[in-house]
């Protein structure tokens, strides 16, 4: 199973919307409504942001939001601030026995 | 609030077997919503999922690394436990326990520790 295919880097400055693609195939992206969204700091755990597609935890804020066209699913973080400097990573159930992640982002706020 | 907390030995030989066990705290082990994974990242790089362990003792692995994984668990203790044999320099990743819904998404993580393979 390959990984889903990320941008190994995006930016953006203070206040601006950014959004990381997460692209993969009709047999996981494209097949399930099951994408989850990761952010993590140097030397921390990953942090659920975002669940089957477009759900946000409890706790994370609204700024984040998730969608799915296709093949390709996106999260969006809007009002861009320098605590979202991060890597994100997806990732997408594949079958009942496995998922896959991509690659993952760094993501600078300029 | 659930907790995990991964536990074992930093450094491990090659073709020696990795034994990792992670202790769920604030939490039941045995809800049946949940799976309890292990997943891992090498330095600078991605995530991969290693495989999980239900509260009845079934489990499913990366068909990558399915030859050399065995996952189980003990509710008694409430832990699960990884073991990965015949590791080599590529197995070097910092190893993460985590709470699954499924396998739609993860939602509480361990703090993660780090093994490395070498002589």
């Known amino acids: 199973q390959s990984a889903l295919t990320q941008p190994a880097s995006v930016s953006g400055s203070p206040g601006q919307s950014i959004t990381i693609s997460c692209t993969g195939t009709s047999s996981d992206v494209g097949g399930f409504n099951y994408v989850s969204w990761y952010q993590q700091y140097p030397g921390k755990a990953p942090k659920l942001m975002i669940y089957?597609?477009?759900n946000r935890p409890s706790g994370v804020s609204n700024r984040f939001s998730g969608s799915k066209s296709g093949n390709t699913a996106s999260l969006t973080i809007s009002g861009l601030q320098a605590e979202d400097e991060a890597d994100y990573y997806c990732?997408?159930?594949?079958?009942?026995?496995?998922?896959?992640f991509g690659a993952g982002t760094k993501l600078t706020v300029l | 609030q659930v907790q995990l907390q991964e536990s074992g030995p930093g450094l491990v030989k090659p073709s020696q077997t990795l034994s990792l066990t992670c202790t769920v705290s604030?939490?039941?082990?045995?809800?049946?919503?949940?799976?309890w994974n292990w997943i891992r990242q090498p330095a600078g790089k991605g995530l991969e999922w290693i495989g999980r362990?239900?509260?009845?003792?079934?489990?499913d692995c990366n068909p990558s690394l399915k030859s050399r994984v065995t996952i189980s668990v003990d509710t008694s203790k409430s832990q699960f436990s990884l073991n990965l044999s015949s590791v080599a320099a590529a197995d070097t990743a910092v190893y993460y326990c985590?709470?699954?819904?499924?396998?739609?998404?993860?939602?509480?993580w361990g703090q993660g520790t780090l093994v490395t393979v070498s002589s």
């Open positions: 089957d597609v477009s």
């Open positions: 362990v239900y509260t009845t003792g079934s489990t």
């Open positions: 990732s997408s159930y594949v079958s009942t026995i496995t998922l896959v």
């Open positions: 985590a709470r699954g819904v499924y396998l739609r998404y993860f939602d509480y």
């Open positions: 604030g939490g039941s082990i045995s809800s049946g919503r949940y799976y």
